[in-house]
């Protein structure tokens, strides 16, 4: 099963010794992050024949799969459901293209690079506790159950990253210099295969 995630907007860089205050505005940053991806994962629940046709087979009193796993992954005030769970033996590689302003000469920066990948992966999973999420996290009504594409960065077997540069400018509101477009390819695939896996991975 492949499918394309897409991101426009700020990526900034995960740096650990931050103080308390721009902590939160980093847990803040990355909860922005994941609520753009959440529409996007409960689009695709909605409507790829993999994904319905998993669901239709797994419901159990009414419950659909992603109701379901909603169920098993709810903590902090939300149910999450993650795609790509270590209990189903899925795992996903991902091809990222990474557009950004940045001048000419200088796209190359692998601490930079590292670590607003970093920022990304923590926002394509689910919290795994309360400190990961900024104080005023609740969940609204579209967000109930909250899609995500992870259960743990763990589970990700590959990562390819392509950057160059972003030639559109920003809109005018935005001066944020960790601007950009990304477009990411993810591919999900088989720990082992096992009946309640096949639809994820044909």
């Known amino acids: 099963m492949e499918f ?24 803040e940053h990355k909860h922005h992050i994941r609520q753009a991806l959440h529409k996007q ?16 087979d797994a419901t159990i009193n009414g419950r659909s799969m992603s109701e379901r796993l909603g169920d098993d992954y709810a903590s902090f005030g939300f149910r999450w459901s ?25 796209l190359i920066q692998s601490s930079d690079i590292d670590n ?15 400190q990961e999420l900024p104080d005023a996290a609740v969940a609204t009504t ?13 589970l990700i077997s590959k990562v390819s990253v392509e950057t160059d540069r972003l030639l559109e400018a920003p809109p005018s509101h935005v001066t944020e210099k960790h601007y950009v477009k990304l477009v ?12 309640d896996n096949h639809h994820l991975v044909s």
Request: net charge positive; with cysteine.
């Open 142 to 154: 579209h967000q109930n159950p909250f899609f995500v594409l992870l259960e743990d960065d763990g």
């Open 82 to 106: 993650p795609l790509v769970v270590e209990k189903m033996f899925v795992l996903c590689a991902i091809d990222i293209l990474m557009l950004r302003r940045d001048a000419p000469g200088n």
């Open 184 to 195: 990411m390819h993810v591919r999900l695939h088989p720990a082992k295969s096992t009946l």
């Open 116 to 130: 607003r990948l970093k920022t990304l992966f923590d926002a394509l999973k689910r919290p795994r506790n309360k």
């Open 41 to 56: 994962l409960a689009q695709l629940w909605h409507d790829h024949p993999n994904l319905m046709d998993w669901s239709e």
């Open 4 to 27: 394309r995630l897409t991101y426009e907007g700020p990526l900034r860089p995960s740096n650990k010794g931050r103080k308390n205050g721009a902590q939160e505005q980093m847990k």
